[in-house]
């Protein structure tokens, strides 16, 4: 392993630090005492690193999933009402006990 003093690292930093990454490490000495020592980075290739899909197959996504509850939530911003919420969990803490599902306060 090729060691260079500091001086040398300084003046041709971008030289060894390319040598490095192309797997060739070196060593830093400061008054010939080694300080540190360079080697390239266990990073994936840059056309490895696309994760978009890893999940492919393992998850299903409902076909209503950007219209989902989208009658309770319009009924929240305008104040409308309902009997009952249509998700077994909701913030008024009243479960209906026909249904399984939570009413909403005041009914």
């Known amino acids: 392993m090729r060691t260079v003093n500091i001086h ?3 003046t041709h930093l971008s030289r060894l630090v390319d040598r490095a990454a192309q797997g060739e490490p070196f060593i ?4 010939g005492k080694p ?13 490895e ?6 999940l492919r197959g393992q998850i299903s996504v409902p076909d209503d999933f950007d219209t989902m509850f989208a ?5 929240e911003f305008y104040g409308e009402t309902r009997d009952f919420c249509s ?3 909701c913030c008024c803490g009243q479960q209906d006990r026909t249904s399984g599902y939570l009413r909403r306060r005041g009914t």
């Open 8 to 10: 040398e690292a300084k």
């Open 28 to 31: 830093i000495a400061k008054s």
């Open 35 to 47: 300080l540190v020592k360079v080697v390239p980075l266990d990073a994936p290739p840059t056309g």
């Open 49 to 54: 690193a696309n994760r978009f899909g890893f």
């Open 71 to 75: 009658d309770e939530i319009e009924g």
């Open 87 to 89: 998700t077994p969990i």
